[in-house]
């Protein structure tokens, strides 16, 4: 079985998680994911990328979370977006004063993270953040004209 389809058991989805390192993001904290164009550089883009993509899980299924050698911190969890399934690993490394320095995201599989893209693209068209998002005109033509729309 794949692993970002989860368990199917809704007594493991979680609408209220908040991750700690989310409030202690260093200044010049940098992000990366594979439904980004390039790298988020600074707290205030994170915050504003990740602020909106926490409201586009339908719940969140936890395989872990937590500790991750001496100046990490991991999540593994599953979810659906917009009906689609997707997987999620985030790597969160601290900097030397216990501060969220880089944020790396693995989204699964490429539909998902192709849908995300498109999402997010939409919600940050005219901003600064857009040139982070493939174009909606790209994955409308690579997911079809009704994918999630």
């Known amino acids: 079985m794949s692993t970002y389809l989860g368990s199917g058991n809704a007594d493991l989805h979680r609408r209220d998680y908040r991750p700690a390192w989310l409030d202690d993001l260093a200044e010049d904290a940098t992000m990366e ?12 883009g994170v915050r504003a990328i990740l602020g909106y993509a926490r409201t586009l899980y339908d719940y969140q299924e936890f395989n872990y979370v937590g500790e991750y050698g001496e100046h990490g911190f991991v999540e593994d969890y599953t979810s659906r977006v917009h009906g689609e399934p997707i997987g999620s690993i985030v790597v969160v490394r601290y900097n030397d004063a216990g501060r969220a320095q880089h944020v790396i995201i693995n989204h699964r599989p490429l539909r998902s993270v192709l849908l995300w893209s498109r999402l997010m693209a939409d919600h940050f068209a005219n901003t600064p953040y857009a040139k982070y998002f493939i174009s909606p005109e790209l994955t409308r033509d690579l997911l079809g004209p009704d994918a999630s729309s």
């Open 33 to 44: 994911a594979s439904v980004l164009n390039g790298i988020v550089e600074g707290a205030e």
